[in-house]
């Protein structure tokens, strides 16, 4: 059974930081790529950043603008997203998720989400 568990989020400040943590069982981790996406109420769901399988190469949203790191542990299974100046408008709920295609077969599994609020 495959289980991507989210962790980390909270209630922050303005200008604050915070890391998610997503711990995935059930695949062979390493061969994943694994993006993390955010959804707020009455928004579409939007990239925040990924991490591709084998080299780790990252992309970002653009409205990151330098202020998140995606990293992975493939030993440990798990992905990570540090969070740094904070905003509310980074106010969402995050989602973990695994991603790859393998011979034409799409594999995808998600996370049920961490809540991340930031207001002063």
């Known amino acids: 059974q495959v289980q991507l568990l989210e962790s980390g989020g909270g209630s922050v400040q303005p200008g604050d930081s915070l890391t998610l943590s997503c711990k995935v069982s059930?695949?062979?981790?390493?061969?994943?790529?694994l993006p993390w996406y955010r959804q707020d109420l009455g928004k579409e769901r939007e990239l925040v950043a990924h991490i591709r399988a084998y080299f780790g190469t990252t992309t970002y949203g653009d409205f990151v603008k330098g202020r998140f790191t995606i990293s992975r542990d493939n030993a440990n299974s798990t992905v990570f997203l540090q969070m740094d100046s904070l905003t509310p408008d980074d106010t969402a709920v995050y989602y973990c998720n695994a991603h790859m295609i393998h011979f034409g077969r799409e594999y995808d599994y998600w996370g049920k989400g961490t809540r991340v609020t930031v207001s002063s």
């Open positions: 059930g695949i062979t981790f390493y061969i994943y790529s």
